[in-house]
């Protein structure tokens, strides 16, 4: 089993920057694959950034291209999502995932085993 712990959520302005951590426990040597994805209210889970744990190649959904950053700390088992430029569709609850496979369905929420509790951004106009 692996757990995970959302954390850095809350209100912003547009054009305003956020950083969120997600915190890996337990079996972490498993998770291949670590991503986040976002729900906004009435809308699909829809993914948002992932990376590879090794060698820590990263992937994005076009509509957050050049305005968020996923990085990782090996050492400290932790995944974090640097926003920036943020806009008010960018308001959702942020969840963080992990694959233990070795896939290339990394977009899709069915390619991962664990998920976070979510953590609330709301980015203000």
């Known amino acids: 089993q692996v757990q995970l712990a959302e954390s850095g959520g809350g209100l912003v302005q547009a054009g305003g920057s956020l950083r969120l951590s997600c915190a890996a426990s337990?079996?972490?040597?498993?998770?291949?694959?670590m991503g986040w994805f976002r729900q906004a209210p009435g809308k699909e889970r829809n993914f948002v950034t992932a990376?590879?744990?090794?060698?820590?190649?990263?992937y994005y959904a076009d509509s957050v291209k050049g305005r968020f950053t996923i990085s990782r700390d090996n050492a400290k088992n932790t995944v974090y999502l640097q926003m920036n430029s943020l806009r008010p569709e960018d308001t959702a609850v942020y969840y963080c995932?992990?694959?233990?496979?070795?896939?290339?369905?990394?977009?899709?929420?069915?390619?991962?085993?664990?998920w976070g509790q979510g953590t609330q951004v709301t980015v203000s106009s």
């Open positions: 995932a992990a694959a233990t496979a070795y896939g290339s369905d990394l977009e899709y929420a069915r390619y991962y085993d664990y």
């Open positions: 337990g079996r972490t040597y498993s998770r291949n694959t």
């Open positions: 990376i590879r744990w090794s060698p820590g190649r990263t």
